[in-house]
């Protein structure tokens, strides 16, 4: 695994003392969607923010994407206020009473129940979202395709239009997130089904949803955006509109988080190598249950080399980030992991155990 570095990025690593740091390159970022941009021409864009909310990842994104897609009142509340022009799509299932006060506001609001669609009082324009029974074998994550708590069966969307003669909301299309982890020719195939379905009922606007996928073992390997682009083009009819809403595969790429090598140790004949930092600050390889890719900057220590199982400093055996691999580490080198820039910092647990926050960097 042979990983490059940016040099702003090692420059950071130059000066890390024992507070780990997570680095956002924005000015690759700005490359990477500027050709997502170039490659979805005809389809409209809205970046889940969920994958990473952070102020400068969001106004990085801004330029290149047609709005947000938000999932809770909090993350709605954070985009108005970073970017309070942006056009907001609201999803996600169970929604509170003060969430639905903002329908009126959000550009489209994805209804995932009927019984959601009953609580709307006020004027809202509204995607209905779709669960198709469509095979999403080989999926890292599937929201679709089976009985799961997102969205609506056919027989849910039937139960949604027939009250929508009582209802103050404006129905405009259809919504889907069917799986994640899924390569262009398949997310395709899902979207030539959800727009059969939408176009069935009569309508012609359709959220395809996101789970572009991000290969961790591969890190080369990059989601063929051109493809899935020319595929979208293909299928669109006109006067269709077509958006996704991708969030992995957007800013993945972009984050690193460095930590330094603290202790080198052989236990019971297996090596270890203990950082400065954990998984507290990056779960990514725990949730994900891979092993994070990383470089090493090195100190001007004397690294051992063999397999190393490279672990944080929490008091629980999970705190791993990669298992066995091959690398030469000692004392004081900087371990850089890359693809920290998506479900990373904010879907971890920061304050187990008390250790301090990392600091953050921004390239521009
Ligand atoms: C999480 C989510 C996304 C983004 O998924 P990625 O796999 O990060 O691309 C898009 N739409 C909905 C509704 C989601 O819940």
Request: hydrophobic residues 45%; contains cysteine.
């Amino acid at each position: 695994m042979s990983i490059e570095v940016p040099a702003g990025v090692r420059k950071v690593a130059e000066s890390l003392d024992d507070v780990p740091a997570y680095v956002y390159d924005l000015a690759g970022l700005d490359r990477h969607a500027a050709a997502v941009r170039a490659a979805l021409a005809g389809t409209e864009i809205c970046y889940a923010v969920k994958a990473n909310p952070d102020p400068e990842v969001l106004r990085a994104l801004a330029p290149h994407v047609d709005g947000f897609e938000v999932s809770s009142g909090g993350e709605f509340a954070h985009v108005r206020e970073v970017l309070p022009e942006a056009a907001l799509s609201f999803g996600g299932p169970g929604k509170t009473a003060a969430e639905l006060a903002l329908a009126p506001s959000a550009h489209r609001w994805h209804v995932e129940s009927p019984a959601e669609l009953r609580r709307m009082r006020e004027p809202a324009d509204v995607l209905l979202r779709v669960n198709l029974d469509v095979n999403v074998t080989g999926a890292a994550l599937a929201m679709g395709g089976g009985a799961t708590p997102f969205g609506m069966d056919p027989g849910g969307v039937a139960e949604c239009l027939a009250l929508l003669g009582s209802s103050p909301v404006r129905l405009r299309g259809v919504h889907a997130h069917l799986a994640s982890g899924l390569a262009a020719p398949d997310l395709l195939t899902l979207a030539e089904a959800v727009l059969a379905y939408g176009r069935s009922l009569g309508l012609r606007e359709f959220n395809l949803g996101g789970g572009m996928a991000v290969s961790y073992t591969r890190p080369e390997e990059r989601f063929d955006w051109a493809a899935y682009g020319a595929g979208l083009r293909a299928l669109a009819r006109p006067g269709e509109t077509l958006r996704v809403e991708p969030g992995r595969a957007l800013t993945a790429y972009c984050g690193w988080y460095l930590t330094t090598v603290l202790d080198v140790k052989r236990v019971h004949g297996e090596r270890f190598a203990v950082l400065s930092g954990g998984t507290h600050h990056l779960r990514t390889p725990v949730t994900k249950g891979h092993d994070q890719p990383f470089a090493v900057l090195p100190g001007g220590g004397e690294g051992e080399d063999g397999p190393v199982t490279l672990v944080g400093r929490l008091c629980t055996p999970k705190d791993v980030f990669a298992r066995r691999v091959t690398a030469s580490l000692a004392v004081g080198d900087v371990v850089a992991f890359a693809m920290a820039g998506a479900y990373a910092w904010n879907i971890s647990h920061h304050d187990f155990l008390m250790h301090p926050k990392p600091a953050f960097h921004y390239l521009r």
